[in-house]
């Protein structure tokens, strides 16, 4: 089958892209080649079973030439992580949203019915939590007076108790506490919209942390692996926000395409329409203290730096359970956690640079 993947030449994508190869299957790599996301470096070369199409997602006349023939489409390309500020809103609205919006409608003129996305638990806001008197309570955003005196963990909204973090499940309420998370939201509305009209299946995996060889140095862009692999290779100790004892889930990118691989299986098989939205993560918890340690042990660098730092729109706690994922698709991580960031400590990053004449995404 020809598959479309959106974004297919970056650090997620490209995983995806070599994971279907292998599978047999025709790839589409349609890539704007970001700054952000590719530095200076252009385009790795294609393997046999790859073509290279640079584009917008917000260009339809473009998709539409790409989508000829496709059976299916991953779609990966996205603006992601906090970016710098307020002013990155539009940015990451057209990236993300408008983008999308475009794409579904050119899927529903060219009759390809099956979807996967690159969803994320940042939809969830912060993750669950459990009050000793309230039971399951969420806790809302956190005050930057509580911020500024060191005081990280949430508390009972009710009763001012310590709460005791847990597993977010995929029907829990979503609450996006900043602009990309509520981006990422949005996708899957429109997702489930185009379901919904034009009678095809799309799943959405809400990815936790993903790291891994390839990720883009040096950006605003990317996640908190990169900052810490980032400063590693500049002989620099990482800078640990808050305490260091926010949780999340690390996954590795290996595994985060295995998940595609197997959630395109399960939309282009025989079934009804709809939409699915399935947590994607290792299912092993981990500190970002932990993470931060690991790297630095395993690069032989400088230990990380507890800086007491916060930034506005982070949530303290948040780490999913993907069981529905491993039962209902036959899915599961096969990278630890200790593995991975040995790896990860030594292996290449995306140098970061200056791209001309490059559309933007």
Request: charged content about 20%; glycine content about 12%; proline content about 7%.
């Amino acid at each position: 089958m020809r598959v479309l993947v959106t974004g297919g030449a970056g650090f997620i994508g490209s995983e995806i892209a070599d994971a279907l190869v292998s599978r047999g299957h025709e790839v589409v790599v349609y890539d704007a080649m970001l700054p952000s996301a590719h530095g200076g470096v252009p385009p790795r070369p294609m393997r046999d079973g790859e073509r290279l199409v640079v584009g917008d997602v917000r260009d339809r006349d473009a998709l539409a030439g790409a989508l000829a023939g496709v059976g299916a489409v991953c779609h990966q390309a996205a603006m992601v992580g906090l970016g710098k500020d307020f002013a990155d809103a539009p940015a990451y609205v057209g990236c993300n949203d408008l983008g999308t919006a475009v794409l579904l409608a050119a899927m529903a003129d060219a009759g390809v019915r099956s979807l996967v996305l690159a969803g994320s638990m940042v939809v969830y806001g912060e993750g669950r939590y459990d009050c000793p008197r309230h039971g399951v309570v969420r806790p809302g955003p956190r005050a930057a007076a509580d911020l500024n005196a060191g005081r990280f963990e949430p508390n009972c909204p009710d009763c001012g108790a310590e709460l005791v973090p847990g597993l977010v499940a995929e029907d829990a309420p979503v609450d996006p506490r900043n602009v990309y998370a509520a981006t990422k939201l949005t996708q899957e509305h429109l997702a489930s919209s185009w379901a919904r009209a034009t009678g095809g299946r799309a799943v959405s995996l809400r990815y936790h942390n993903v790291y891994g060889p390839g990720m883009p140095r040096d950006t605003p862009y990317a996640g908190v692996a990169s900052f810490f692999r980032s400063a590693l290779a500049r002989g620099e100790a990482p800078r640990v926000y808050e305490d260091g004892g926010q949780r999340r889930d690390f996954v590795h990118v290996r595994d985060v395409a295995a998940a595609d691989v197997a959630a395109l299986d399960a939309v282009c098989a025989a079934g009804p329409a709809g939409f699915a939205a399935y947590n994607t993560g290792s299912g092993e918890p981990h500190t970002i203290g932990e993470m931060a340690a690991a790297l630095a042990s395993a690069h032989g660098g400088p230990a990380p730096v507890v800086t007491g730092e916060y930034r506005l729109g982070d949530v303290r706690h948040v780490t999913a359970d993907s069981r529905a994922l491993r039962d209902e698709l036959g899915w599961k991580p096969e990278v630890g956690f200790a593995d991975g960031m040995a790896e990860f400590a030594t292996a290449p990053l995306r140098e970061p640079g200056r791209v001309v004449h490059q559309s933007r995404l």
